[in-house]
């Protein structure tokens, strides 16, 4: 009871700060906690998150290593020693975030009670001035605010995050009085006449104007503004970490005024919150300065350095970007929590500019190179995601850094909330996951329930009840992959044409729209039991990249609606990397219940170089290849693994094992 | 003439303190500064030192990086900033010592001039208590000595080595009285009694040694073996440096008692140093146990460590070990400090035990890992040496971290140092190199003067001149790899047997010799224009590794001499990873004058694998291979290279570019 007046509170406040400004802002979200998922794709993988991720969360975050116990330490106030790395509190806000939104599906008192327990803990460390960091608690006071590099804040966004999702599912105060002391703190500490600071790791500009959203109070939002302008002004120093020259400022994005932006820099995880928070505070402020620049970078990011899984950050030197084009293979850094951040980032850019081109690059990273980080079994992570593997590369059961194992659990629990969009007038679709939703529109509420069997068919069908009949508008995405792109951008395009037109009826019958932005608006006065159908048709599709990434050159790679495939050596025995995909050989869908939870195999006969007479020569033979979604890769153990095959071999290299 | 005093003097010195001992070291070492190298392989590169990697540490020492201004405002004393990283100060000690060595053989005004300002910019920045460094000077002394990972003992050791150096060629105290006020203030401050400390990147340990011998104080021996004695105690606490797991106390060999050590962990050149100044406490203190351990962790290099050029320290995470036989090529670290440590620590280990398998691996590693460091025109390095390139690795022209430019300039230009060693009652021949040095042995002094075109044949003659007729034994080093042997260990073999002999002969004829821990050892009655001739016939041999190390399965190397052998792209245009190098193909040695300043060439016909049909197919074809010596690739600009190549294909990979 409490959750769902909370829900329709948290709608008004929404309703009360957007009625008060001119909006930049074109498309507002529909929070995960009004949507139900349903999905035969998502609800499984969102129950496995419930039950394998964040346990192991919890189970590391608690016992395996000292996360807790720093908490229960700083309490205790006996100068006990600090366990683990200096961010560390923040897989503890994570994990709640997490069990937060993991609570809206799948309600679990256990889960509750744990999260409740923590939360004690937390609010225990809490120092009487509202600051609350274990490392510093524990290695010395008089340190903290002296090292911008030492993820203060950092912490802080993730405890603002947990702290809004946690009072959004349960209605409890507790850890959002905590979050909104230590925001206070911060607030009284820096700002304009107050000290001067550059977060070293983005992230509390994005989780300040959450704060903002749920207590209003406009000096959080004002504050995330001003860090913002804080940057690539000179004023960060504390980018001496490591010791090591990772970039300087272009690391940690303090290389230019974030107005002045234009070009992705640095650390990808960093760059993506860092754009996260320019949406937020453009949303908020009206700010199309800050629109244009996060347009000009999104432009710099599609155009050369993004990879076809919609991952993002090529180097593991500086866990991001190097030059343009530079997007190796096997190399591929690709951090889980870049492409989690590039579904954060996009969603923004679609609220911004109601474009569905952002939708686009959304539900290519989330797809493919997000979704890659987490196993099928829920319980291991990669932290990188290449496109290619020699074999070598391993799901982890953890890691010292563990950043990615909470932040994928956060964005599987809460997928629900990147599916539907809203405007004064109208809906928007803009993910295909069978849900359902009720949003207040046109005078009335408006249920609407999707169903399909997405991303292996296309075939979509939303169902709207309105409690009376009103005038408004669905707005459909139509997947750029659905016509002539496999992803925004100029990186990549399709190898052949293909004559397959998607379809929109409304009641079974061919549906009169105008297409804006890449949706189908569908302006009618709807009533209960309306429907409009999608069909999306789905074959198999060569992608082909242009000649500046010279990773691919004369290679392509196979997509099927927005899954991107690869072949691994479990399906293709030792030609992984012999194999030629002649572009005249036809590859074909197969659907296989049993194989990696279901999914579709892309399968063909191509041609495999192989050894012969006693390893000193060489002869042609054919094979059958068989391709899974990237997602799915290093589920069946670690094995030879490529997404972007050859067409042509320009040389054949020997190996000997 | 102050120089040759000087050197008379240093020599008594150190007899007196072998006088004074039961030794425990079976062979003396003949100092750099008794040795005139005239030889045509290593001459020219010492002069290259002189003129092109000296002026190269130089300029970036002095002018494109803030090296000697940190000296210069650390002396003036007004908080000025601090430039670079915290260990940036070893690079100028280690520049000197460079300066120093070189020197010797080529007298430099301008040079020495250089020095000389460098050292009064050095010792006015010392503080009043001896402390010397720039980092903590300029960024609050409070903080000295609270952090073992900040380098501080490790500059300290570069210090005091140059200073030995400086004052062994130039007769110039300065500097040694800058070190040695240095040594006095941290022998005030750690020890027993006073303060614990485990020196986070070891070096002060050997050059505590230098400093004893240097100055007869006792206390710098004690101290650097109480330094040995602290580690692997618990005692050690500072490793948190760049936050990552590298290894905890593995990474700086802080994992066991020095006395238990019996497996190489961690960083590679911190454990190369170790084991140099526990080789040269163990001489000095006739520590048998030390001896042992130092045995047991040579056997564990050799036997499972150690790439075939003499590098080692396969990851660039830790920049040094992971597990026993993990010897990938493409990506092997190699830091060419480490082969320089290689050579350090095995000329200690030949000094202590009299066996020449230790001079094998010293030259191995200063022939191959380590002169691979130095371009052919002495300003490109590399800091990485792998052992296959897919054309990315490139000689840079300086470092971040610019440990490796000095180091491989004080090894070039001490290389003297290394080929001669003395005991009581002979003279051991080491390395093969054209040079002389007159040596006091048996109540007269016998010059030695040794004239060979190694590495590129094996004859060497050893002409003796001593000043009046006396019995003493010369011990000729006959090389693992003229018997049955590529390198000492288990890890290598050569695939096949050579009938070639090696021979002796002296003044002509066949001499009569005992073969004693691999040297022929010839006793007689010398007297002045007698010599020796030592034929060492150079086949050109193919080596194999035990099949643990799956890198190199069906794949051989070539080595001729101590020289391994490699192709690269130059040479072999395109063919590089499409070759297979069969046992039955015979490969024939060619000296090129005109080629990389004269090398012998190993080449053979060979079967290439190459596409055909579009792309679509493949054929072989016979290509001619040539391979170049190791330590000469990538002079010719970069590409592929490969030193372990193919016997047998067992699979074919597709390149498409």
């Known amino acids: 009871m409490i959750r769902a007046s909370l829900s329709l509170l948290l709608i008004s406040v929404l309703c009360g700060v957007l009625a008060a400004q001119t909006k930049v802002q074109k498309v507002e979200p529909v929070d995960f906690s009004r949507v139900t998922v349903t999905d035969a794709f998502w609800q499984p993988r969102m129950q496995k998150v419930a039950t394998a991720t964040i346990p192991a969360c919890i189970l590391y975050t608690e016992s395996k290593t000292g996360r807790i116990r720093n908490f229960e330490k700083a309490a205790r106030r006996q100068g006990e020693k600090h366990e683990g790395i200096f961010y560390d509190d923040s897989d503890v806000f994570k994990a709640i975030e997490a069990i937060a939104y993991s609570l809206k599906n799948h309600p679990d008192a256990d889960l509750e009670k744990k999260a409740d327990e923590w939360i004690a803990k937390i609010a225990g460390a809490q120092q009487p001035d509202g600051y609350l960091n274990t490392f510093y608690t524990l290695t010395g006071l008089e340190k903290r605010w002296t090292d911008m590099s030492m993820h203060e804040m950092y912490c802080s966004g993730h405890l603002m995050e947990a702290a809004v999702a946690y009072y959004a599912t349960t209605g409890k105060r507790t850890l959002l009085d905590v979050a909104t002391r230590y925001a206070n703190h911060i607030d009284s500490v820096f700002g304009p006449g107050k000290r001067d600071w550059v977060p070293g790791h983005e992230e509390v500009e994005l989780a300040l104007v959450k704060l903002y959203r749920a207590t209003s109070d406009e000096r959080f939002l004002k504050l995330s503004q001003w860090l913002l302008e804080e940057r690539g002004r000179g004023l960060g120093k504390g980018y001496t970490w490591n010791n090591k020259d990772w970039g300087g400022v272009n690391y940690v994005q303090d290389n230019v005024p974030v107005r002045d932006i234009s070009h992705i820099v640095g650390h990808a995880v960093r ?3 860092l754009y996260s928070g320019m949406a937020d505070v453009a949303a908020l402020m009206n700010d199309t300065g800050y629109v244009r620049a996060l347009e000009r970078v999104s432009e710099h990011v599609t155009d050369r350095n993004m990879y076809l899984t919609g991952g993002i950050g090529p180097s ?27 579904v954060f980032w996009n969603s923004r850019m679609n609220r911004l500019t109601g474009e569905s081109k952002y939708v686009d690059i959304l539900e290519r990273s989330l797809y493919n190179g997000a979704l890659d980080g987490l196993s099928l079994s829920g319980d291991r992570f990669f932290y990188e995601n290449p496109l290619a593997s020699d074999g070598t590369h391993k799901r982890a059961e953890w890691f010292g850094t563990a950043c990615c194992p909470s932040n994928i659990a956060r964005l599987v629990s809460s997928v629900g909330g990147y599916i539907y969009g809203r405007a004064s007038d109208g809906i928007y ?8 939703t009720t949003l207040p529109l046109a ?11 997405y991303p292996w068919d296309g075939d979509v069908t939303i169902a709207l009840h309105p409690k009376s009949q009103a005038k408004f508008n669905i707005l459909v995405r139509i997947p750029g992959w659905a016509q002539n792109k496999p992803v925004p951008g100029s990186l990549y395009r399709f190898l052949d044409a293909s004559d397959a037109q998607w379809a929109l009826r409304v009641n079974g019958k061919p549906a009169s729209y105008t297409m804006n932005k ?14 409009i159908t999608l069909a ?23 997509q099927r609606g927005p899954l991107v495939y690869c072949i691994e050596n479990v399906d293709n025995n030792g030609y992984v990397n012999s194999a030629i995909l002649p572009d005249n050989v036809s590859v074909a869908p197969e659907f296989r219940k049993d194989l990696l939870n279901g999914v579709v195999v892309l399968q063909a006969d191509v041609p495999v170089v192989a050894a012969s007479a006693g390893g000193q020569s060489v002869s042609m033979t054919t094979k059958r290849l068989t391709a899974i979604p990237y997602y799915a890769w290093c589920n069946r153990g670690s094995g030879e693994m490529q997404v972007w095959l050859p067409n042509k071999a320009v040389r054949f290299q020997v190996v000997t094992d």
């Open 518 to 531: 890449g949706y189908a608006v569908v302006e009618r006065t709807w009533k209960e039991g309306d429907s």
């Open 271 to 273: 760059a993506m919150y």
């Open 429 to 436: 679709v803009n993910l295909f996951v069978s849900s359902t």
């Open 536 to 558: 999306l048709p789905m074959p198999v599709r060569r992608v082909v990249s242009i000649d500046s990434v010279k990773a691919n050159r004369n290679r392509v790679a196979i």
């Open 316 to 342: 593991g030197h500086n866990e991001g970007f190097t030059e343009d084009y530079d997007l190796p293979n096997l190399s591929a850094y690709c951090e889980t929590c870049a492409s989690v951040g590039m």
């Open 443 to 453: 005078g009335t509420d408006v249920k609407v329930s999707m169903a399909t069997n």
